[in-house]
């Protein structure tokens, strides 16, 4: 917060298109003049929540956009994986009272409407596994949480964060010593955000990870499209994998860490920002795992015996893709499509939830 500060101040350094250049010359470059600081606001700019704040809300904007394509990209699984519709009836998805788990299940329905894919095996075996038929139930939960965060996030934006805060008249002014720049209630929300878009994560590698079994998938091991030394989706399995380990280490709450300063005034911390720096990474880790899901899920629709339709929705995304990233025949390294979904996905969803097509250039 106080190197930000300088800069406004026009000093300090700040980097801006690759170069590092200085504050007043940044400020001069856009047309904005230094401030000048008057009673008190030096210490207002350094002492608060601004900074937590600010990458909270960049983190809601960034799982917001998640939210929207983990429906779309499960559901294009769901379907290459011959899933069970029932599992997403809406008359039984009622039965657990939560709005955003029913708004899920809707938005998968409107998503696979029409696929002959899944009407060719509708009733074809009794269940299926958990991170097919829970998707609502995570990815429902995961938007609690960002509806919970959200709400918290716009209160400290309206909020007074300092301390000591100035309260009362120009005659008769009041500074009060209080602990408003605790970020304790954002803190446990980004805390508890980033554990529930790791949740949302590992369940699209378990997807991943069914795709490339041919035990359960019935495609071609590792939906490679040539048998013998090919590995197609092998090692991209192992990256998603990986993520998700890394994922399950940072998820482990920040607000918990201790910590003693201020000669024994500041004798607990919350630890705010770095619960939202980390929700960033776990961000970071959740979009490249997506994005494989997303590529393996295009590669298996490749790979699909007969010629059964797909849902016009998921067909719509499907040949989005593959007009960017063409079909896998281990022929080049995965890491430049990975960095092409990842780019995709960053991108406005593909399906409105509705089921309204609303593809971006």
Not at 279 to 295: R, T
Request: charged share 20%; glycine share 8%; proline share 4%.
């Amino acid at each position: 917060m106080a190197h930000i500060a300088l800069v406004l101040l026009g000093d300090g350094f700040v980097r801006h298109q690759g170069s590092r250049r200085s504050g007043a010359e940044a400020l001069r470059s856009l047309g904005i003049q230094p401030l000048i600081l008057e009673a008190k606001e030096g210490l207002s700019l350094v002492n608060g929540t601004p900074c937590v704040t600010g990458l909270s809300a960049l983190a809601l904007l960034r799982t917001e956009r998640l939210l929207e394509w983990a429906d779309v990209v499960s559901a294009m699984t769901f379907e290459n994986l011959h899933g069970q519709l029932a599992a997403f009836d809406s008359e039984a998805l009622g039965l657990r009272a939560s709005a955003a788990l029913s708004a899920v299940g809707a938005r998968l329905r409107a998503l696979l409407e029409g696929s002959a894919i899944l009407a060719s095996g509708a009733g074809r075996r009794t269940q299926d596994p958990l991170s097919l038929r829970a998707i609502p139930h995570v990815h429902g939960a995961v938007r609690d949480l960002f509806a919970s965060t959200a709400r918290v996030v716009d209160s400290e934006l309206a909020a007074a964060t300092d301390n000591p805060i100035v309260i009362g008249t120009a005659e008769s002014p009041r500074a009060l010593s209080q602990a408003h720049a605790v970020g304790a209630s954002i803190g446990l929300n980004a805390d508890a955000l980033g554990i529930a878009v790791a949740e949302l994560a590992a369940m699209s590698e378990r997807r991943i990870d069914r795709m490339v079994n041919p035990l359960v998938s019935r495609l071609p091991p590792f939906l490679a499209s040539e048998g013998g030394a090919g590995s197609g989706f092998m090692i991209a399995q192992y990256a998603a994998v990986s993520l998700v380990a890394e994922n399950r280490r940072l998820a482990a709450p920040a607000s918990l860490d201790g910590g003693v300063t201020s000669g024994l005034q500041e004798d607990h911390l919350v630890h705010a920002t770095p619960a939202a720096i980390k929700l960033l990474k776990i961000l970071d880790n959740a979009e490249y795992i997506l994005s494989i899901e997303l590529l393996a899920s295009a590669q298996a629709y490749d790979l699909q015996s007969g010629t059964l339709a797909r849902a016009p929705h998921t067909d719509l995304v499907y040949r989005a893709v593959r007009k960017q990233i063409p079909h896998y025949r281990d022929d080049r390294p995965l890491a430049g499509d990975i960095e092409q979904a990842r780019d995709f996905i960053h991108g406005p969803v593909a399906v409105a939830a509705t089921g309204n097509a609303e593809m971006g250039a």
